[in-house]
């Protein structure tokens, strides 16, 4: 072969090696939803090819473990549904951390059927109030040493509405973009709505956890997913969402236009994620929520809480 073609090839092999689109595995907390709208966007519209990334999301649902996958390498990146799964992490010695936080406000609620007797969080102290095993151990203490509740209020819930909607008095958790809607398409009536983020509950939400040895062995490819990210939430929820909605529905048949419509509607009336803050994150909120989560004995108060996170991919903002 001519020595000058044979030195082309080569070249052109090398280049071609050099800019090789760095492959993620992406996996989400639940199954594919309006929640997880601006990473299908991001996808959709190439952002993330053309940020040199070759990203594949990964559906989750009831029996999928993000921090376990990525503790055992079986994902790269993942979604972190709450401050309470970083740091927990940080207690068990996993070098994993959250670089961005889509969701400015944790979307958890607490509903009630429409009634004069509630109509804040003070009024619920005292009054049953139905939450799964798992929150026991999150946003429940927070409530107690915010409002003075107590064990003895805690009635078990299983995620079945019916008990809630038979009975006019009854209090339950929920997630602004699930029960309040189901209930208002099944039972006819518009639940009260309490978001504790706007009542003082200081966690951020849906973020993005990445292992420490990607964030020392490849901080440009890291950086190139936030920034993608961060422009597909700003395409999906104040552009055209419909790129993204298509691969919701691909992945989810069960998804519907109403459920994600209404959702997409709640995450932007809320101020769940706001346009000047996509995956913002700060050391005052983090050690706001470490403080109170520590203070009610979830943590150990001499941990490391800045082991949860690394702003440095959203330093920029």
């Not at 936080?101 to 049953?128: C, E, W, Y």
């Not at 990607?214 to 055209?240: H, M």
Request: aromatic share 12%; net charge neutral.
């Amino acid at each position: 072969m001519n020595r000058i073609v044979l030195a082309t090839l080569l070249a052109c092999a090398t280049a071609g090696a050099a800019h090789a689109a760095t492959s993620i595995s992406f996996v989400t907390d639940w199954k594919a939803q309006a929640e997880h709208g601006g990473f299908y966007e991001a996808q959709a519209l190439g952002l993330y090819a053309k940020a040199g990334l070759d990203v594949r999301i990964v559906e989750g649902g009831p029996a999928v473990n993000v921090p376990q996958l990525l503790a055992g390498g079986a994902a790269d990146f993942g979604i972190g549904s709450n401050g309470f799964i970083p740091l927990n992490m940080v207690r068990e010695g996993v070098p994993i951390r959250a670089v961005m936080a889509v969701f400015q406000k944790d979307p958890q609620v607490l509903i009630t059927h429409p009634r004069n007797d509630v109509k804040s969080l003070v009024d619920m102290k005292g009054k049953p109030i139905m939450i799964a095993d798992e929150s026991v151990a999150a946003f429940w203490p927070w409530l107690k040493a915010r409002y003075g509740f107590s064990d003895t209020q805690i009635r078990k819930y299983t995620f079945n509405l019916a008990p809630f909607l038979v009975d006019p008095k009854a209090i339950q958790e929920g997630y602004l973009t699930s029960e309040p809607y189901t209930v208002e398409t099944t039972a006819h009536f518009a639940p009260q709505i309490f978001l504790l983020a706007d009542n003082g509950y200081p966690g951020y939400a849906n973020m993005v956890l990445v292992p420490q040895k990607w964030i020392d062995g490849n901080p440009k490819a890291v950086q190139a997913f936030v920034d993608a990210t961060r422009e597909g939430w700003r395409q999906y929820l104040f552009g055209n969402p419909a790129p993204a909605n298509a691969l919701i529905m691909r992945d989810n048949p069960e998804m519907t236009g109403g459920l994600i419509a209404q959702a997409i509607s709640k995450m932007k009336s809320y101020g769940i994620v706001t346009p000047d803050k996509i995956g913002a994150m700060t050391d005052v909120r983090w050690k706001t929520f470490f403080d109170t989560m520590s203070s009610e004995g979830l943590y150990p108060k001499g941990m490391d809480y800045r082991k949860a996170y690394d702003l440095r991919f959203v330093s920029k903002q």
